[in-house]
C-alpha cells in the first residue's frame, strides 16, 4: 500500500516537473522542507480540517488568493511567497483536496477570460506542483469574468479581479 | 491512503453525475412552413428610385374570407388579419427599413379587394407601396397567408407568395411576408424569419444568474432553456435549427453541450475531464468547432457534430479561441494571443495556413465570418470595446458602435445586420444591440431582463 502511494507521489511529481519544464517559475522555490513548520494548532471548537475556515484561519485570508497583472498569468514573488504558505498546510493535511479558481476581470471578451482564468488557476496549481503538493490534489476551474469580487468599474476594482483563489469545497 | 484515493476518485468522478440538472421543460418544435403561391415571372421594375428608407409603405390589416375562430387568435381570423399587418409593420420599422405606416392607421380592405386593390383609396396616403394579404383557415386546422406587394405608381403587382402554417407558427407568416417585401424593394436577402440564442441575465454584478433562451428575431415567442441554477454562456444553433451548442456549468465547471431542443437531451461536445469552450457550427451543420484548456494551453479543435473523435487545429502556445467558418466552409477565422495580445488569424479548414489578418492597431477578438463572406466582424479592443468589420484579408476596418463595452457580434442571415452585446459601466448590466453594417440604425433590442452573447441563426428551414 505504502509502496504504491510513493509511486503514485513520484509519478504526480514527474508530470508536474515536466508540466513545469516549459514555463518555470520566475523565482526559484526553496526545496521542501524535511518537516514543515507545525502551523497553529487548533482548539478542539474551531473549524475542523477540510473546511475552508480551518484553512483560512491556519494561513491567513491574504494568502489564500494571488493577484495578476492584466492579461498576464505569471507567479510572480508575492505569489511564490503565498502560494509556499498554501503549499505548507496541504503539505501538512496530505488527505485534503482542493479547487483553484481561475478569474478575470471584466476587461476582457468572455470567451477569451474564460481560457485567461484557466491559465491563471494554473500558474497556481504548477507552482504548488513544484513545490510538492500532488497534481492529483488540485482540481483547477475558471470563471473567466463571470465572478467579480470587486464591482466598480476602475483599476482598482479589476486588479482585485485578476485572482487565482484557491477554496477547499466541502 | 484509502481516503486520499477515494478523495481522487471523487474528484474526478464529480463532472459525470449532475448532467442535464439545469434543464426546462424541453421546446416544441415548430411546425413545417409549405410555400403554395409565388410569383415566377413576375419581375416588373419597380417604380421608385429614392432612398428606401423615404419609401412609404401602406400595410393595412389582412383580409379574411370568413371570420372563424383560430388558436392563433382569441379574436378570430378577422383579428389575426390586422396582427399580421401589426407584425410586418414594426419587422420594418425597428429595423429602420421603409417608412411604414400600419394597419391601426389605415382602412381595412374586403377580401376580394387583396388580389385586386381599390388603388384610389390608397393612393393620396403618402404610399408608394402597398402591401396587402388575406389570412384562411383550412379545414385541416392549418392557416394559409397570402402576402402581396402592389406599386402604387405602376398600380401592379410585384411580387406575391403564399404559405400554409400551423397556428402556433401565424408569426413566421407575417415575417416571412416581411422577407417577400423587404428582399423585393432592397435586392438584399431575407433575414426576418429566423431566430435569435442568447443568455438571459438576472441579479447582481457578483452573483448573476445566466440562463440559456431563445426568441424570434422580433423578439416574440421567448423561452427559456434553462432554469438558471448553474451558468450558461456562449450559446450558437445548428443551422437547421435543432440543436443549441452552449457552456454550462452544471457539473462544476465549463464545459461545451450539444442541447437536443427536440428531445431535450443534450451531451458533452466531447469526452474529456478538461474544460471547453467557444462552440462554434459549420455552415452545413456537419462539423462543431470548440476550444479546449489542457494545463493552461488553449488550442481550437474540430468534432463531427454526429459524434466522433475531435482533431486538434492549432498547436501553438497561448489562447486560441473562438473559430467562425467561411460560408463556403473551407476557412475558419479565429483569435489567438500568440503574438502577446488578442489578435485575428485565418486557417484552412484543416489548421494548414495559420496567418494573422489584424494588424490595425489595438486587438480583435470574438471574430465573426458574415454570412455573405465578404467582411469579418469581430469585437475591437482599443481603450473601450466597440464592433467593428474588416474584410477577411483584414484591410477596411471600420468600427460600427461606441459604446464602453460593446462585444461578440453576431450577423444577421443575410449579413446585412450584426447584433452585439453592451455592457454597462459599474453596474455590470448588460443588453442586446442592433447595427447596420453602415454604422445606422443602432438600437437595443427588447428583452424580458439583461441580455449577452446573442447569436442569430440563419433563415430558419
Known amino acids: 500500500m505504502n509502496t504504491r502511494l510513493a509511486t503514485g507521489l513520484i509519478l504526480a511529481s514527474t508530470i508536474a516537473l515536466a508540466a513545469c519544464s516549459k514555463k518555470a517559475p520566475e523565482e526559484l522555490p526553496p526545496p521542501p522542507t524535511e518537516q514543515p513548520t507545525p502551523l497553529p494548532d487548533r482548539t478542539p471548537a474551531g473549524p475542523g480540517v477540510g473546511t475552508q475556515q480551518h484553512f483560512v484561519d491556519a494561513v491567513g485570508i491574504a494568502n489564500t488568493v494571488v493577484y495578476f497583472e492584466t492579461d498576464r498569468f505569471n507567479i510572480d514573488a508575492e505569489d511564490s511567497g503565498k502560494l509556499q504558505v498554501q503549499a505548507q498546510y496541504f503539505g501538512q493535511y496530505p488527505d485534503l483536496t482542493f479547487t483553484i479558481e481561475g478569474h478575470c476581470d471584466e476587461r476582457g471578451t468572455r470567451e477569451y477570460n474564460l481560457a485567461l482564468g484557466e491559465r491563471r488557476a494554473n500558474a497556481a496549481k504548477n507552482y504548488l506542483v513544484s513545490v510538492g503538493i500532488p497534481a492529483s490534489r488540485i482540481r483547477t476551474v475558471s470563471y473567466g469574468k463571470e465572478r467579480p469580487v470587486a464591482l466598480g468599474s476602475n483599476e482598482g476594482s479589476w486588479a482585485q479581479n485578476r485572482r487565482a483563489a484557491t477554496i477547499l469545497i466541502n | ?461
Open chain 2, 1 to 461: 491512503m484509502k481516503k486520499l484515493l477515494i478523495a481522487s476518485i471523487t474528484l474526478l468522478a464529480a463532472p459525470l453525475l449532475a448532467q442535464g440538472q439545469d434543464l426546462g421543460q424541453p421546446v416544441e418544435e415548430g411546425g413545417e412552413v409549405e410555400t403554395v403561391e409565388d410569383s415566377e415571372g413576375l419581375s416588373g421594375t419597380v417604380s421608385f428610385e429614392g432612398n428606401l428608407d423615404d419609401l412609404g409603405i401602406a400595410i393595412p390589416g389582412f383580409a379574411t374570407d370568413a371570420d372563424v375562430a383560430t388558436p392563433a387568435n382569441s379574436g378570430g381570423t378577422a383579428a389575426l388579419g390586422k396582427e399580421l399587418a401589426r407584425v410586418i409593420t414594426s419587422d420594418l420599422r425597428n429595423n429602420g427599413l421603409f417608412k411604414p405606416t400600419g394597419p391601426d392607421a389605415l382602412p381595412q380592405p374586403r377580401f376580394a379587394e387583396i388580389t385586386a386593390p381599390s388603388f384610389a383609396t390608397w393612393s393620396n396616403r403618402g404610399a408608394e407601396m402597398l402591401v396587402h394579404g388575406y389570412v384562411r383557415a383550412r379545414g385541416d386546422g392549418r392557416l394559409t397567408v397570402g402576402c402581396y406587394l402592389y406599386d402604387m405608381q405602376l398600380q401592379s403587382q410585384l411580387v406575391r407568395e403564399g404559405w400554409v402554417v400551423q397556428p402556433a407558427d401565424w408569426r413566421r407568416a407575417a415575417h416571412k411576408c416581411a422577407d417577400l417585401v423587404y428582399s423585393r424593394l432592397s435586392g438584399e436577402s431575407p433575414f426576418f424569419d429566423s431566430r435569435i440564442a442568447y443568455i438571459a441575465e438576472t441579479g447582481p454584478k457578483d452573483n448573476r444568474t445566466k440562463r440559456l433562451a431563445i426568441m424570434d428575431s422580433d423578439g416574440a415567442n421567448h423561452r427559456f432553456i434553462t432554469t438558471g441554477r448553474s451558468t450558461a454562456l456562449t450559446p450558437r444553433y445548428s443551422p437547421d435549427y435543432g440543436k443549441l451548442s452552449y457552456l454550462s456549468y452544471v457539473d462544476g465547471n465549463p464545459r461545451i453541450y450539444v442541447y437536443d431542443i427536440g428531445t431535450g437531451h443534450q451531451t458533452l461536445v466531447t469526452q474529456s475531464a478538461n474544460p471547453t469552450f467557444a462552440p462554434r457550427w459549420s455552415p452545413d451543420g456537419r462539423w462543431i468547432l470548440f476550444s479546449m484548456a489542457a494545463g493552461g494551453n488553449t488550442d481550437i479543435y474540430r468534432v463531427p457534430s454526429a459524434g466522433g473523435e475531435p482533431r486538434r487545429l492549432t498547436d501553438t502556445p497561448g489562447i486560441d479561441i473562438g473559430g467562425s467558418y467561411s460560408p463556403d466552409g473551407s476557412r475558419i477565422v479565429f483569435e489567438s494571443d500568440r503574438s502577446g495580445s488578442q489578435q485575428c488569424y485565418i486557417m484552412n479548414a484543416d489548421g494548414s495556413n495559420q496567418r494573422r489578418i489584424s494588424f490595425s492597431g489595438g486587438r480583435c477578438a470574438t471574430p465573426e465570418w458574415s454570412p455573405r463572406g465578404d467582411q469579418i466582424a469581430f469585437t475591437r479592443i482599443a481603450g473601450d470595446f466597440n464592433i467593428a468589420v474588416m474584410s477577411p484579408s483584414g484591410s477596411g476596418v471600420r468600427a460600427l458602435t461606441r459604446g464602453w463595452q460593446d462585444e461578440a457580434p453576431t450577423w444577421a442571415p443575410n449579413g446585412r445586420i450584426i447584433q452585439f452585446f453592451r455592457t454597462e459601466r459599474n453596474s455590470g448590466k448588460t443588453s442586446l444591440w442592433q447595427v447596420d453594417l453602415t454604422g445606422e440604425n443602432e438600437r437595443r433590442l427588447p428583452t424580458p431582463v439583461d441580455a449577452s452573447d446573442p447569436a442569430w441563426g440563419p433563415i430558419l428551414p
